[in-house]
C-alpha cells in the first residue's frame, strides 16, 4: 500500500509539473501573440499616418501656400503619436540577428531598419548643401548620401528630414519658437533663389521614402508574416528570448532613451540641439508617446489591442513587484502628461526646448526632472523581474536612433 501511494505521488507530481510547464509555456505564447498584433497595429497606424502626410506635401507642392504649408506640418505632427510608440520595438537586433533575417532582402532587425526612417540629431548642412549641388534628386540620392562619410550625422531619409524640409532652422535657441520656413522656398513662380524645385523634389523624395519603409515594415508583422519565414513576426513568435526582449526594451526605452537621451541630456547640457524634434519643436508629442509605448509593451494594450502581457506575468509571480512598477509608471504617467499639455496650451506653451534654458525653480523644469528622476528608477524594478522570471539580460544596444 505504501509503495502505491508512493508511485501515486511521484505520478500526481509529475503531472503537476507537466501541467505548471505547459500553462507557462502558453502564458509566453499569448504574451508573444499579443506583441506581434500590437506591433502590427502601431506600424500600420504609422503607414496610414504617413500616407496621409504624403498627401499633405504632395499638395503644398503643387501649391506652395501658407495654409497648405500648415496643413503639411498638421500631418507631420500627426505621425509622431504612433510612430514614437513604434520605437519600443527597435531594440531587438540580439533576437534578429540570429536569423540571418536579410538572406531574403528584408529587414535585417527593426533596429537596422529604423535608422533610415528616425535618425537624429541632423546635420540640416548636409541636407542643404545636396539641394544647393547639381545632382539629380531623388530617393536614390537621399539613400546613397544617408550617413555619407561614416558621419552619424549626415541624415538625409526619414521623418526628421521631412521635418527640416517643412519648418527649417529653428533660431530662436531655448527661447519660444520653431522654425519659421516660409512656403516661398518652394514656390518656383516667385522663388527669391534658384533652389525652389529642389527643394520640393527633396521633401518629396523624403516623404515617398518614409511611405516606402512604413510599408515595408508593417507587413512584417502582418498576418501574412506570422507563418512566413525570415520576416521579423515568425522570428518573434518562434524566439526562445521573447521575454528578454520584451522586458529589457522597457528598460532601455525608458532609461537610456527617454531618461537619458532624449531628456536627461538636454536638461544636463542645456542644448536644445539634445531635442529630438528641434526644427518643429514638437519634442514634447515624441517623448509623450515614446513613454506610451513602454506602457503599451508593459499593460499589453495599444489602441483597440489587448492581451496577455509581461505585466500579467510578473503580478501572477509577484503582486508587490507589479504593484511597484505600475504605481511608478502611474506615477510618470502624470508627468509627462503634464509636459505634453504644457506644450500644447494654446496661450503661453512651453515646449520642451524652452524647459531645457528654464531655471532650476521653473514648474515645468521641475516636472521634467522629476520625470527623468523616476524613470531612471524603473531600472532597479525591472533588474527585480530578470531574475523574477529568471531571464537573459540580453544587448538592447545597434545602430537604430
Known amino acids: 500500500m505504501k509503495a502505491k501511494l508512493t508511485a501515486l505521488v511521484a505520478v500526481s507530481s509529475a503531472f503537476l509539473f507537466t501541467a505548471c510547464n505547459t500553462e507557462e509555456t502558453t502564458t509566453t505564447e499569448k504574451i508573444q501573440q499579443n506583441y506581434v498584433n500590437m506591433a502590427y497595429a502601431v506600424y500600420g497606424d504609422s503607414l496610414t499616418t504617413a500616407t496621409v502626410l504624403k498627401t499633405a506635401v504632395d499638395t503644398f507642392i503643387a501649391a506652395p501656400t501658407e495654409a497648405n504649408l500648415l496643413a503639411a506640418r498638421v500631418a507631420y505632427k500627426a505621425t509622431r503619436g504612433p510612430y514614437q510608440q513604434s520605437e ?166 525608458a532609461t537610456d532613451e527617454l531618461a ?27 517623448i509623450y508617446h515614446n513613454f506610451q509605448g513602454v506602457k503599451n509593451a508593459f499593460y499589453g494594450n495599444y489602441g483597440d489591442i489587448s492581451g496577455k502581457s509581461i505585466g500579467d506575468l510578473i503580478m501572477k509571480k509577484d503582486a508587490d513587484l507589479y504593484a511597484r512598477i505600475d504605481t511608478a509608471l502611474t506615477s510618470i504617467e502624470s508627468k509627462m502628461l503634464s509636459l505634453y499639455n504644457a506644450g500644447e496650451r494654446e496661450v503661453n506653451p512651453i515646449r520642451f526646448d524652452q524647459i531645457i534654458g528654464q531655471s532650476s525653480s521653473a514648474t515645468e523644469r521641475i516636472i521634467a526632472e522629476a520625470a527623468v528622476d523616476e524613470l531612471t528608477a524603473l531600472s532597479a524594478e525591472f533588474s527585480e523581474v530578470v531574475n523574477l522570471l529568471q531571464l537573459q539580460t540580453i544587448d538592447t544596444g545597434g545602430s537604430g536612433d
Open 260 to 286: 537619458g537621451a532624449r531628456m536627461g541630456s538636454g536638461l544636463t547640457l542645456g542644448d536644445p540641439e539634445e531635442e529630438h524634434d528641434c526644427f518643429s519643436d514638437l519634442s514634447h508629442v515624441a
Open 88 to 253: 519600443i520595438m527597435r531594440f531587438d537586433t540580439s533576437i534578429a540577428q540570429p536569423g540571418n533575417l536579410a538572406a531574403d532582402g528584408g529587414p535585417a532587425s527593426v533596429d537596422d531598419w529604423e535608422g533610415q526612417v528616425n535618425a537624429w540629431p541632423l546635420d540640416e548642412n548636409h541636407i542643404i548643401s545636396l539641394i544647393q549641388g547639381d545632382e539629380t534628386i531623388n530617393i536614390d540620392l537621399l539613400l546613397a548620401q544617408n550617413g555619407a562619410d561614416e558621419q552619424e550625422a549626415n541624415v538625409t531619409t526619414g521623418v526628421h528630414a521631412i521635418e527640416f524640409m517643412l519648418w527649417g532652422m529653428d533660431n530662436n535657441g531655448t527661447a519660444a519658437g520653431a522654425g519659421e520656413r516660409p512656403a516661398s522656398d518652394f514656390d518656383t513662380l516667385a522663388c527669391l533663389d534658384t533652389f525652389c524645385e529642389r527643394r520640393g523634389q527633396y521633401l518629396s523624395a523624403a516623404t515617398n521614402l518614409l511611405v516606402s519603409d512604413l510599408t515595408i515594415m508593417a507587413a512584417e508583422w502582418s498576418p501574412a508574416a506570422e507563418v512566413t519565414q525570415g520576416t521579423l513576426a515568425y522570428n518573434f513568435l518562434h524566439s526562445d528570448l521573447a521575454l528578454e526582449y520584451i522586458v529589457n526594451s522597457i528598460n532601455a526605452m
